[in-house]
């Protein structure tokens, strides 16, 4: 069945929007100089006349420091949000915290995994901490300051065994969007603008090929020739400030 269609809106208001909020700094810069860079994806949501972009940003922010600096900020734009576009506080979620075997990061060294920690919880589950040099290169994160190991270095090698646990539940993004509004797109990888180097969202082909595909409801326009580059590593001024 063809359910392609004719949108109400146009690629090019989309991306108007995101340049705007781009403009604003209310648009995802992966090298933001005050979170160290742990995940990413997006996903997009449209029917013929409302669509929705969300951009889950997963990182430590040292300003706030220990799990309140662990937070997924979700960046939503759209014509049909019963917000402002961009980022607002009620939409950045932290789902990391204590366990009752004692505290996970070092309450004397700001920044640092407790040396006696072993577990923590993530959205109310017990998962292991590992303080093994190994664990964390097998996960393609290399410690700076062994056998210290700081936040962002220990969120970047556990999100890769608990993924799931860090990004917004469906329902967590129902409760802010039209439940009945299709998802029709979701990225773990893509081509990500470099907001600090002023590249707008609306050069760059990602978001070029979502608009049109949002657009004409068609999946099938969204073939891109542009490596992905979301990885944190890709990112290495962040939390760089």
Known sequence: ?????????????????????????????????????????????GDRERWILLIEVIGYNYRAGGHSG??????????????????????????????????????????????????????????????????YSARGVELEKAPAIRIWEFLRAVIVDHREGFLALEEEIRDRIPKDLPLVLRLDEWHHNDLAGEEKPSSTETFQLIAQMLETGDPAYYQPTKAANNHWKNWPDGGTL
Do not use: W
């Not at 949108?7 to 992966?30: H, N, R, S």
């Open 1 to 45: 069945m063809d359910t392609t269609f004719q949108a109400t809106f146009t690629a090019a208001d989309i991306l108007a929007q995101l340049d705007d909020y781009a403009e604003k700094f209310q648009f995802p810069m992966l090298d933001n100089g005050y979170v160290y860079l742990a995940d990413s994806r997006l996903s997009a949501y």
């Open 70 to 135: 662990i937070e997924n900020c979700l960046y939503f734009f759209g014509n049909c949000l019963p917000f402002e576009p961009g980022v607002q506080n009620f939409n950045f979620l932290s789902v990391t915290d204590d366990c009752e075997d004692g505290d996970t990061f070092d309450p004397e060294k700001r920044d640092t995994l407790h040396p006696k920690a072993v577990s923590m919880l993530l959205n109310g589950e017990t998962i292991p901490v590992s303080h093994d040099p190994a664990y």
